[in-house]
T-cell receptor, first 116, second 113 residues
Framework: DQQVKQNSPSLSVQEGRISILNCDYTNSMFDYFLWYKKYPAEGPTFLIS?????DKNEDGRFTVFLNKSAKHLSLHIVPSQPGDSAVYFCAASPPNSGTSYGKLTFGQGTILTVHP | DGGITQSPKYLFRKEGQNVTLSCEQNLNHDAMYWYRQDPGQGLRLIYY???????QKGDIAEGYSVSREKKESFPLTVTSAQKNPTAFYLC????????????FGQGTRLTVV
């Protein structure tokens, strides 16, 4: 059962416009969410995160929104740049209790292409 | 510079052989993880370790084994029991018991020939 889903396999955006990547989750126990960016044949790099006690977190061009009632989060990139072209993964973590230890559940990823 | 080093970057294995992937970190992180990525899929957790000499199975542990004899090292052995070993393997580490980002290595591409 896919607990974290990214239903859009790909997204194409023009340079300078907004990119919106979406992610849905089913496990209400998740309380910390992260976005990673990944280039082919490389490891993911951390972009931005949000705790479940917040509904928005901003870092430069990147903003993550969390809607707990809808179990939905989104990543906004404004303005989009060609260098943003990569695969974006959302990930979720349950509380650090028991055997959770902060291990992550990832979505399938969305390929973002930003055209010059 | 602090970071996570995975080696080798590319690895070829004959069917039926065991192979060990290396992962070393100098970030002084307590927790380490192994993930697997297949085309069109997200990363799936194989094993993770909170502290030295302790590790737990993740979602897809069958056919894999790990050890954690040192804080800095968390090698993954892909055994002949793993039915579909060809994949991209990623090692990560994080601070234990704190919701913060995990740092990833550059990955090892394993191909069974």
């Amino acid at each position: 059962d896919q607990q974290v889903k990214q239903n859009s396999p790909s997204l194409s955006v023009q340079e300078g416009r907004i990119s919106i990547l979406n992610c849905d989750y089913t496990n209400s126990m998740f309380d910390y969410f992260l976005w990673y960016k990944k280039y082919p044949a490389e490891g993911p790099t951390f972009l931005i995160s949000i705790s479940s006690i917040k509904d928005k977190n901003e870092d430069g061009r990147f903003t993550v929104f969390l809607n707990k009632s809808a179990k939905h989060l989104s990543l906004h990139i404004v303005p989009s740049q060609p260098g943003d072209s990569a695969v974006y993964f959302c990930a979720a973590s349950p509380p650090n209790s028991g055997t959770s230890y902060g291990k992550l559940t990832f979505g399938q990823g969305t390929i973002l292409t930003v055209h010059p | 510079d602090g970071g996570i080093t995975q080696s080798p970057k590319y690895l070829f294995r004959k069917e039926g052989q065991n192979v060990t992937l290396s992962c070393e970190q100098n970030l002084n992180h307590d927790a380490m993880y192994w993930y697997r990525q297949d085309p069109g899929q997200g990363l799936r957790l194989i094993y993770y370790s909170q502290i030295v000499n302790d590790f737990q199975k993740g979602d897809i542990a069958e056919g894999y084994s790990v050890s954690r004899e040192k804080k800095e090292s968390f090698p993954l052995t892909v055994t002949s029991a793993q039915k579909n070993p060809t994949a991209f393997y990623l090692c990560a580490s994080s601070i234990w018991n704190l919701n913060t980002e995990a740092f990833f290595g550059q990955g090892t591409r394993l191909t069974v020939v």
